[in-house]
């Protein structure tokens, strides 16, 4: 345990490796948009995404996944700034990326992490590595994938670029 904080998950793969790998195989546009991504991980994923937002406050929660008959519904908060707003929705879609990709996306010799089970609750709850329902390491070597995922996105659409972070910061 030494090096390590308390709470934090062992790592046997690099993230930032894992991440980046997920990132550039996820087919995207050279300029790509959230809506590109939403589309693709919509493809990866088998099924129609939509987004909701909720006045209801998630706590430590970023989204909840929810399956209808004809969607797949996220439920992220609606009090937040546009800019965590973006942030939030980019770290959901890299959860189903994570949870989705083909094996050949991961790098050679680096595992998918382990799932929650489908029965469990943890299973639609998308958790932060800080919340209290995520003291299993796999769950938190998955945000940390998935929070490295999303700034790698960030970066890359050229919506980065636009007032939300302005606002956000301002």
Not at 47 to 63: M, Q
Not at 71 to 92: C, K, M, N, P
Not at 116 to 122: N, W
Request: charged share 25%; aromatic share 10%; hydrophobic share 40%.
């Amino acid at each position: 345990m030494l090096g390590r904080r308390r709470g934090q998950a062992p790592h046997h793969e690099p993230v930032a490796a894992i991440a980046a790998a997920l990132v550039w195989n996820t087919p995207l546009p050279e300029e790509a948009s959230f809506e590109h991504l939403l589309a693709a991980v919509s493809e990866i994923y088998g099924r129609r995404l939509v987004f909701a937002e909720t006045d209801v406050p998630l706590r430590a929660t970023t989204g909840v996944l929810f399956e209808a008959k004809t969607f797949t519904g996220i439920i992220v908060a609606a009090q937040d700034s546009d800019y965590y707003s973006f942030l939030s929705r980019l770290h959901e879609l890299c959860h189903l990326i994570v949870r989705s990709a083909p094996a050949t996306w991961f790098p050679p010799g680096t595992t998918r992490p382990r799932q929650p089970d489908p029965e469990s609750r943890m299973f639609l709850r998308l958790c932060p590595r800080n919340s209290s329902e995520s003291g299993d390491a796999e769950s938190v070597r998955e945000e940390l994938i998935v929070e490295e995922m999303a700034r790698m996105f960030t970066r890359r659409f050229t919506t980065y670029a636009d007032t939300t972070e302005e606002e956000h910061f301002g």
